[in-house]
Nanobody
Framework: QVHLVESGGGLVQAGGSLRLSCAAS????????MGWYRQAPGKQRELVAGITRSLGSMNYADSVKGRFIISRDNAKNTVYLQMNTLRPNDTAVYYC?????????WGQGTQVTVSS
């Protein structure tokens, strides 16, 4: 079994910052990549950012480039998402994901609400 535990969501004013964390545990041998998706009410889930375990290669959604920074701590099997200059349209449930070989696992989600 794979467990993903997220933390760091909450309520923040526009222009503020939040930092999300996601720790993976369990049967994570073969971990390839971790990252974050988000889903706003009435919208499809979309990729926010991902980072590979081995090389640390990163990819970002265009909407968050220059504002969000993804990082990892391989020793802790943890990925972080530093979110800066938050906007009201960043409001969503943020889901951590982990790719282990070809299988994708999901966290339970953490709510991020940005007030205007």
């Amino acid at each position: 079994q794979v467990h993903l535990v997220e933390s760091g969501g909450g309520l923040v004013q526009a222009g503020g910052s939040l930092r999300l964390s996601c720790a993976a545990s369990g049967s994570i041998f073969g971990l390839v990549e971790m990252g974050w998706y988000r889903q706003a009410p009435g919208k499809q889930r979309e990729l926010v950012a991902g980072i590979t375990r081995s090389l640390g290669s990163m990819n970002y959604a265009d909407s968050v480039k220059g504002r969000f920074i993804i990082s990892r701590d391989n020793a802790k099997n943890t990925v972080y998402l530093q979110m800066n200059t938050l906007r009201p349209n960043d409001t969503a449930v943020y889901y951590c994901y982990a790719q282990i070989r070809v299988q994708i696992y999901w966290g339970q989600g953490t709510q991020v609400t940005v007030s205007s």
